[in-house]
């Protein structure tokens, strides 16, 4: 019975304990103002020991956290990419449409093989996590935003915790939680999205536990190019979670200005619809990756370098 408790997680739905142990500490911490998640940054290239702890320690808390520079158009990509490595983020998911480098610039796109998806045109992005259509091999736990450009006005983002998302089904009903951890929850058909021309349908869960005992998301609010599964349980977890997107006051909303970034563990985000001029045209450039952000304290530091 001891030898159980090593194993216990938060995410199994017959441990009630663990679970109301970690919702009690999660909820007790969870950023309630989007300032909260806000870590000045002097040089993105080189994070000081401590910027990266205040952003590591965000990541902890909400799964993610917002860094502020002063911009450096300069860079390009430069920027998410040494953010990224320095807080554990090494494999890139590389698509398609990405730029050689892995790091995909997302603009308004009027021609070419971008302009046909959503990401590369002005308009609204409903609620998801990255690379939700992707084989479970190629799972995108982190992710970076990074604004080069702010629109003219409009481009804002939403976030939301999925643990928060995690806990709010699970208190309404364990059930619409056991719903959407079925293999078959959620399926993309092929074809259907960005970056992917030549992949079969993906069927998966919506909450999944990692090999390292995280709770994963694989969600988008999208009506056309996705099958739920033909299930009353399903349909009114997806419902329920439509609900809290769309009312949750703990919903935060991000404008990144010229210089920002959002680093996190693929939170659940949406896009506002934006509106280009010719001093503010909108770029933003994405990286995204296979593994999650990691505390300098579990692994090798740079710090030093
Ligand atoms: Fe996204």
Redesign the pocket.
């Known amino acids: 019975m001891t030898l159980q408790a090593a194993v216990s997680s938060p995410f199994d739905l017959a441990d009630e304990d663990a679970y109301q142990a970690w919702r009690r500490r999660k909820l007790a911490t969870a950023p309630t103002r989007s300032d909260e998640l806000m870590v000045e940054v002097e040089d993105p290239l080189r994070l000081t020991a401590d910027e990266r702890a205040a952003i590591v320690e965000r990541c902890e808390r909400a799964n993610m956290a917002v860094y502020a520079t002063s911009p450096r158009p300069e860079h390009g990509s430069e920027i998410p990419r040494a953010v990224g490595a320095q807080l554990g983020l090494r494999t890139l998911d590389v698509n398609y449409l990405a730029d050689d480098d892995g790091i995909t610039p997302l603009a308004a796109t009027e021609s070419g093989p971008r302009s046909t998806f959503i990401p590369y045109t002005n308009r609204a992005?409903r609620w998801?996590t990255?690379g939700y259509y992707n084989p479970p091999e190629r799972r995108i736990r982190a992710m970076i935003l990074h604004c080069v450009q702010r629109a003219e006005s409009g481009g804002e983002n939403h976030v939301f915790d999925p643990e928060l998302a995690y806990i709010a089904l699970r208190d309404a009903d364990p059930a619409l939680v056991a719903a959407l951890m079925q293999d078959d929850a959620m399926t993309i058909p092929s074809r259907s999205e960005e970056g992917d021309v030549a992949r079969g349908d993906q069927a998966g869960p919506v909450f999944s536990v990692t090999e390292d005992g995280h709770l994963h998301m694989r969600y988008t609010a999208r009506t056309r190019s996705v099958a739920w599964k033909d299930d009353p349980a399903v349909r009114a977890a997806g419902a329920q979670l439509l609900q809290l997107l769309d009312h949750d006051p703990r919903v935060l909303r991000l404008r990144l200005e010229p210089g920002m970034g959002i680093v996190c563990n693929n939170v659940l985000?949406d896009r506002t619809a934006f509106t280009d001029s010719d001093a503010h045209r909108r770029l933003v450039l994405r990286a995204r990756y296979y593994e999650r952000i990691r505390s300098p304290r579990s692994g090798e530091t740079e710090s030093s370098a």
């Open positions: 992005i998801h990255d985000h």
